[in-house]
């Protein structure tokens, strides 16, 4: 059974940062899949954050998160980070992680085991 834990969301002003990390159980090799993290805030749909491909590493991120969020993957803990910086009000969301066995891809419906979410809150 394959789970996914996501882990440090919380509350934080705008400007500051915050760590996000996933705990990967049950999968057949960590190594080989890809990671990401979606969002999704109140009354909007589910939107992509940023995907760490399995094979090459290979990183994509959304518009409007990229130079402030970095992804990284620690095979060794099965474990995929998230550390977001000079957060704003609309990063608020619940944030999710996500894995496939396919190459990195920013649509939801391809992935297929989701975590529960963690709650960021960013006060402005």
């Known amino acids: 059974q394959v789970q996914l834990v996501e882990s440090g969301g919380g509350l934080v002003q705008a400007g500051g940062s915050l760590r996000l990390s996933c705990v990967a159980s049950?999968?057949?090799?960590?190594?080989?899949?890809?990671m990401a993290w979606f969002r999704q805030a109140p009354g909007k749909e589910r939107e992509f954050v940023v995907a760490?491909?399995?094979?090459?590493?290979?990183?994509i991120y959304a518009d409007s998160v990229r130079g402030r969020f970095i992804i990284s993957k620690d095979n060794a803990k099965n474990t995929v980070y998230l550390q977001m910086h000079s957060l704003k009000p609309e990063d608020a969301a619940v944030y999710y992680c996500?894995?496939?066995?396919?190459?990195?891809?920013?649509?939801?419906?391809?992935?297929?085991?989701w975590g529960q979410g963690t709650q960021v809150t960013v006060s402005s």
């Open positions: 996500a894995a496939r066995e396919g190459k990195s891809v920013r649509d939801s419906v391809l992935y297929n085991y």
């Open positions: 049950g999968l057949t090799t960590f190594s080989g899949h890809t």
């Open positions: 760490v491909g399995r094979i090459t590493g290979r990183v």
